[in-house]
């Protein structure tokens, strides 16, 4: 099973940036797709950014020219550099991680990190 750990949360003035961390343990073999949702009160939650093992990125509309997903294959962590926050952006981010291969043989389908609060607020 794989462990997420997410850092990085906090409370940023509009306009702001902020950097948020998710490493993964577990005696992994390999993770296909790392990403990062977001839920708002009240909304369901909605896919952020995510990148591939390959390299390949993709972003919401929203997002799109303000983050950036990036991850270090040889340490398991995804990041999300968040600039130029808008208050719609306030949300709890969650790390997500989908095909995960452990060295067990064993494998996973998805698996979610506890949430990181995030509030863009003046």
């Known amino acids: 099973q794989v462990q997420l750990v997410e850092s990085g949360g906090g409370l940023v003035q509009p306009g702001g940036p902020l950097r948020l961390s998710c490493a993964a343990s577990g005696s992994i073999s390999s993770i296909n797709t790392m990403a990062w949702y977001r839920q708002a009160p009240g909304k369901e939650r909605e896919l952020v950014a995510r990148t591939s093992s390959g390299g390949t990125t993709d972003y919401a509309d929203s997002v799109k020219g303000r983050f950036t997903i990036s991850r270090d294959n040889a340490e398991n962590t995804v990041y999300l550099q968040m600039n130029s926050l808008k208050l719609e952006d306030t949300a709890v981010y969650y790390c997500?991680?989908?095909?995960?291969?452990?060295?067990?043989?064993?494998?996973?389908?998805?698996?979610w990190g506890q949430g990181t609060q995030v509030t863009v607020s003046s």
């Open positions: 997500n991680v989908a095909d995960v291969t452990y060295n067990s043989g064993g494998w996973s389908l998805t698996e």
